[in-house]
């Protein structure tokens, strides 16, 4: 199936610091989801984002999907930005349900 | 609002005992999912349903069945829980798979631990 690696794994920042979280992806996508777990567990979709570039408040991701790569990037990073990050992808080509694969995910902490 | 519901947000079992995770989902979305989390794994997908009484195994499937009678609830079964199942379990749905909006929903977990 396909693979999905996160980079960094963990990040600490200072409040106020931008950040780029990195996604790759082996093979070609039809879905790629961006998520944030809270420290209480809930996971919020931030980016439906198979290609190309959105953005939204301080957040903002890009998709190069012919190099197979996303990037997420956090601009004056708050505390309450502070979680995991989570990329998920569903291969293109046949029925995927909507069926997701999540990478390992990236731990960010922002101090105060 | 979107809203996923998971009846526990903390279980804890005997080894051996039979559990039952159940979540139930107001948007009247076709897809349903469990999903389970463990430290350095991410999520990895244990079983989808995108009808009623239909499902399919995901990528761990053993140990765990599912059942799903109506549209806007979808169960997790552990038959003989292990120590190995101590995990945070999460729910999610979606709309159906050709929309443009294809947006994954998630409850709030269930962290079950066995004893």
């Known amino acids: 199936g396909i693979q999905v690696e996160q980079s960094p794994p963990d990040l600490i920042l200072q409040e106020g610091a931008n950040s780029t979280l990195r996604c790759n992806f082996s093979?070609?996508?039809?879905?790629l989801q961006w998520f944030h777990q809270n420290p209480w567990g809930q996971l919020i979709n931030l980016f439906y984002i198979p290609s190309g570039t959105k953005q939204n408040g301080r957040l903002s991701a890009t998709t190069v999907a012919t190099e197979r790569y996303s990037l997420l990037y956090i601009s004056s990073s708050q505390t309450t930005d502070s979680g995991v990050y989570f990329c998920?992808?569903?291969?293109?080509?046949?029925?995927?349900?909507?069926?997701?694969?999540f990478g390992q995910g990236t731990i960010l902490t922002v101090h105060p | 609002d979107v809203k996923v519901t998971q009846s526990s947000r903390y279980l804890v079992k005997r080894t051996g005992e039979k559990v039952f995770l159940e979540c139930v989902q107001d948007m009247d979305h076709e897809n349903m999912f469990w999903y389970r989390q463990d430290p350095g794994l991410g999520l990895r997908l244990i079983y989808f349903?995108?009808?009623?009484?239909?499902?399919e195994k995901g990528d761990i499937p053993e140990g765990y069945s599912v059942s799903r009678e109506k549209k806007e609830r979808f169960s997790l079964i552990l038959e003989s829980a292990s120590t190995n199942q101590t995990s945070m379990y999460l729910c999610?749905?979606?709309?159906?798979?050709?929309?443009?909006?294809?947006?994954?929903?998630f409850g709030s977990g269930t962290q079950l631990s066995v004893l």
């Open positions: 998920a992808v569903s291969s293109a080509g046949g029925t995927s349900y909507g069926k997701l694969t």
């Open positions: 093979d070609s996508v039809n879905n």
């Open positions: 999610a749905s979606s709309p159906p798979d050709l929309l443009i909006f294809e947006k994954l929903f």
């Open positions: 349903s995108y009808d009623v009484k239909m499902k």
